[in-house]
């Protein structure tokens, strides 16, 4: 059966060509720019890119939590509904039941003020009408799946009583606690030691495979992504860059941003040489180029792609299950070849 | 908790001392003043400098007895009328005090939380922009010229209310004082109150909050009240004392029988030792409402726990 | 694969700005604060130099005007009190007193202030401690006891008030300044001068200095309303500057006895303070945002 007799399965989140743009005293600022991508039921999707890629803003969209000044065009469908065209009260009801969202830095995303029970048990009551002490008992239970020791008697304290990776724990917990469709993860190990990283991931895992959770998973981190996601977004300048499965960005990474990200990377067995990293430093998003938003740091760059924005473009690919899943993209005008050469073969370019 | 609470309180102790000393030993280089053989004073008043002050003793037992008395609760002796004691003359004066100060700094708080509050859930909007533009004139001018601004309206040309006087404390006579001491108090407290619940509005754990499906109405009173309140706490402290020079002007200006006007007028009349009982009372008070903010602090925020 | 050496990535440096040019910029975008300070640099010139103009002195009693409103008759523009003494000269050297006794009494406190707290933060240790001890002390008691008692004992002489109003006024300029004081001393440019061997009288001109200027000049446009509403405070509770001497404090107080039927004793006087009051606070508010090295 070839992919275009197959009825493609309606997907659990279908963003289409998302707009996010902020009115600042400086002019209209696109934080993200046509954004596509589907979700499936029980998968993970990572969104990988520098600061101010838009990336953030992309998850802040889909929860309708932009910032006063923000706007957000397009679709974003979730079970047949534009959540972008629901009105407050709407999203509130899909907000933290369906839909939920892990923050960036726990000591600020959770309320200093209040304790971790009544943090957690809070969206229980609220969006499953439990009274206080079923939802206590479920918070001790959802503590004690993502590993807090004496969950019973640490659910009374707050939240500065809990060390960092804890705090990680407690928030993604608490995201859980309604054993919504979909986890937005906002760089979830950002903030933490690298062994308490690779146990948060662990833990992400674990959690998806026994909810079967769908996880949208927001990094700067190339080495996060390897371990969980399938499909992969490369975003820069609030462009998506290439997407494609984690194997193919991976293995055959064919866009001149994605190449450089790999090869900043360390690796522990030993192969690629020294670290390159992309020189310059990523644009002000108030003055974007036009345009390739990469052209200034690219070393393939010509003068088409100074002066037009790439469209994103299917990549010949061998086929596999996971090509037809997730068909790769690329938004470049030099042609794949080019980056193939090594250094010298290009030609009058360097 | 207890431990924090006395520490609070002994840390109180060299502001009353130093205030009392230091008032005591200025009454001591004043000429003609209670404690120099110069005064110029009725028998009678002397028979009762003499009795309180021990004015023949050496200085430093003088100002022992006196703090002792002070323990006691006895101010001590009136300079110009020898029929009433500090106290006699404070125990008439305070209830009228209490009474305009009590009642405007009650309203002030509530007014301004409620008033701040509702600013800062609809920021930018007109009434946003009219509740601070009342805020600012209300603090800014001086409270000498909203008085008078306020009879104006009121009772001389509206002619509802009387303009003037205490009238043992008759509920008419006691609206415009209260409406004035109000109006300062809660300019102050309605903009920090909005300032820092607009602060706190922005906050990440507002934001996880939202992104949980609560509802606003949830979010400003479960999470968004209890840090916000706490810079309005931390204000009262400060704000009590300086709604004492208000007061004062409004006692004064209203011409209501209570301390502020005892104070002034002993300071016309030079009672050294009336101002200086006043003194030693009102910094009292104002120490001992410091420390309640201190303590109510203390309770808002779960990280301050010595 | 490895990534390629681009071509070279050319960066435009910012051009360098001199901190005072800068502040003086933002300053003048202040529209408010612009403003404020033309309206008070013309009120201080009427004050100075109207009494010169007026055809009356400020203590001529008029038997046949007295207790009138604002006229044109005879110059009488903001009308007469019951002696028939012209108010608007009244007004005016109201204000010549009021400005002075701010002018004054903000320099006391300057200078103690900056005194205070240079000292505190340089020595630093248990001196420090013990200063600002003191200065906590003094933050906690109400002011206007204080000065009434200091008023009540050593009297009314116009010297006198301005010590009385200082004494309370410089406690933020001491804190601020002290606090400026210990993060300058602790900054690598100072150890660095010290290190390539710049003498101290100079690292104190050339680097400590400069760095204070800046707060010291925004506390002092602070302190300058602050001291202004004090002496008005004083005067108007018949604590302040004395007879002959008026002051718009003065000039609130008896105004306030007869406004019922000559409001515009009252109103004048008052518009004149607040008028000052608010464009002092704008000054204030202008300096601190151009000056304020947080935010820039």
């Known amino acids: 059966m070839s992919a275009s007799d197959q009825a493609p399965t309606a997907a659990l989140l279908q963003v289409q060509n998302l707009q996010v743009q902020f009115a600042t005293n400086d002019g209209p600022v696109y934080a993200v720019n046509g954004l596509s991508f589907a979700m499936q039921r029980g998968e993970t999707l990572g969104i990988v890119g520098e600061s101010g890629s838009g990336k953030s803003q992309t998850a802040l969209a889909i929860m309708g939590l932009l910032a006063r000044n923000g706007r957000a065009t397009g679709s974003i469908d979730y079970q047949g509904r534009n959540l972008l065209a629901l009105s407050e009260q709407e999203l509130n009801t899909v907000r933290g039941s369906q839909i939920a969202m892990a923050f960036q830095d726990p000591m600020t995303a959770l309320n200093p003020y209040l304790t971790v029970e009544r943090q957690m048990t809070e969206t229980l009551q609220l969006h499953k009408g439990m009274d206080r002490k079923a939802a206590r008992a479920s918070a001790i239970r959802m503590l004690d799946a993502v590993k807090i020791p004496a969950a019973a008697s640490r659910i009374g304290m707050y939240p500065h009583e809990f060390s960092g990776g804890m705090r990680q724990r407690v928030m993604l917990a608490m995201a859980l606690m309604c054993e919504p469709a979909i986890l937005l993860a906002d760089e979830p190990t950002t903030a933490l030691d690298v062994t308490v990283q690779a146990q948060v991931l662990a833990l992400l895992g674990d959690l998806q495979k026994d909810m079967g959770i769908a996880i949208l998973l927001i990094t700067h981190d190339l080495g996060v992504i390897a371990g969980l996601c399938d499909q992969v977004l490369v975003m820069y300048g609030g462009r998506v860059m290439e997407q494609g499965s984690a194997a193919h960005i991976f293995h055959h990474a064919s866009h001149p941003y994605t190449r450089g990200l790999l090869g900043a990377i360390a690796r522990i067995d030993g192969q690629g040489g020294p670290l390159l990293p992309i020189p310059g430093s990523p644009p002000q998003m108030a003055q974007l180029p036009s345009g390739c938003p990469f052209a200034p740091r690219c070393a393939w760059a010509d003068g088409l792609c100074d002066s037009q924005v790439p469209a994103l473009q299917d990549i010949a690919q061998a086929q596999s299950e996971q090509a037809l899943r997730y068909p790769a993209r690329r938004a470049c005008h030099r042609p794949v070849e080019l980056l193939n050469l090594s250094p010298g073969e290009e030609g009058a370019h360097v | ?306 | 694969m490895p990534y390629l050496i681009p071509k070279s990535v050319t960066e435009i440096a910012p051009a360098a700005r001199s901190p005072w040019l800068d502040a003086r910029q933002r300053f003048v975008r202040n529209r408010a604060a612009l403003v404020s300070l033309v309206i008070l640099m013309l009120i201080a010139l009427t004050c100075l130099v109207g009494p010169w103009l007026s055809p009356h002195a400020y203590d001529d009693t008029d038997w046949n005007l007295m207790g009138i409103g604002p006229t044109w008759d005879h110059w009488h523009l903001f009308g007469t009190d019951e002696l028939g003494r012209d108010l608007l000269v009244r007004t005016l050297i109201g204000g010549r007193i009021s400005l002075t006794v701010g002018v004054l009494a903000t320099l006391v406190s300057v200078s103690l202030g900056v005194a205070w707290g240079a000292v505190a933060g340089f020595v630093g240790g248990k001196v420090d401690a013990f200063m600002m001890r003191i200065v906590d002390i003094l933050y906690a008691i109400p002011y206007l006891l204080i000065a009434i008692m200091m008023v009540t004992i050593l009297g009314r002489d116009f010297y006198l008030v301005v010590l009385t109003i200082s004494a309370f006024s410089w406690m933020d300029m001491a804190r601020v300044v002290r606090g400026q004081t210990l993060s300058i001393k602790s900054k690598e440019y100072i150890e660095a001068a010290r290190a390539i061997g710049v003498p101290t009288r100079r690292i104190i001109f050339s680097h400590v200095v400069p760095n204070l200027l800046g707060i010291v000049v925004i506390y002092t446009s602070i302190t300058v309303p602050g001291v202004i509403l004090t002496e008005s405070v004083l005067s108007f509770l018949g604590l302040g500057v004395q007879e002959p001497m008026t002051s718009w404090g003065v000039l609130i107080h008896d105004g306030a006895n007869v406004m019922e039927s000559s409001p515009w004793m009252i109103w004048f006087p008052g518009a004149a303070l607040t008028l000052t009051l608010y464009c002092a606070n704008f000054l204030g508010d202008g300096m601190r945002d151009a000056l304020d090295p947080k935010t820039r």
Request: aromatic share 10%.
């Open chain 2, 1 to 306: 908790m207890w431990k924090y609470t006395l520490r609070r309180i002994l840390a109180t102790l060299p502001t009353l001392l130093t205030v009392i000393t230091v008032c005591y030993l200025m009454l001591h280089l004043t000429p003609g003043g209670p404690f120099d053989s110069e005064r110029k004073v009725s028998a009678a008043v002397l028979a009762n400098l003499q009795a309180k002050y021990h004015l023949d003793l050496p200085l430093w037992q003088q100002y022992l007895y006196y703090l002792n008395n002070l323990l006691h609760g006895d101010l001590g002796a009136s300079f110009r009328y020898a029929d009433w004691s500090v106290n006699d003359l404070v125990a008439k004066a305070l209830p009228v005090s209490l009474l305009i100060g009590g009642l405007s700094m009650l309203i002030a708080v509530f007014a301004g939380v409620v008033l701040g509050i509702w600013a800062a859930l609809r920021q930018n909007s007109w009434l946003d922009h009219a509740l601070m533009i009342f805020c600012n004139v209300g603090g800014s001018v001086p409270s000498f010229v909203i008085g008078p601004l306020l009879v104006t309206v009121f009772a001389l040309w509206l002619k509802w209310l009387p303009s003037g006087g205490w009238n043992e404390g008759q509920w008419r006579f006691v609206v415009l004082p209260v409406a004035l001491l109000a109006v300062i108090n809660l300019s102050t407290v309605g903009r920090v109150m909005r300032g820092s619940l607009i602060e706190v509005l922005s906050s990440n754990f507002i934001l996880a909050a939202r992104a949980k499906g609560l509802p606003m109405s949830t979010i400003v009173l479960r999470h968004a009240l209890r840090p916000a309140l706490i810079p309005v706490v931390s204000v009262l402290g400060p704000l009590a004392i300086s709604s004492i020079t208000a007061a004062v002007v409004t006692e004064t200006w209203f011409s209501l029988p209570g301390l502020g006007k005892l104070i002034v007028n002993g300071a016309s009349n030079r009672d050294y030792t009336l101002v200086l009982g006043l003194v030693v009372l009102v910094t009292f008070v104002a120490v001992l409402l410091n420390l309640l903010v201190d303590l109510a602090y203390a309770l808002l925020d779960p990280k301050i726990r010595y």
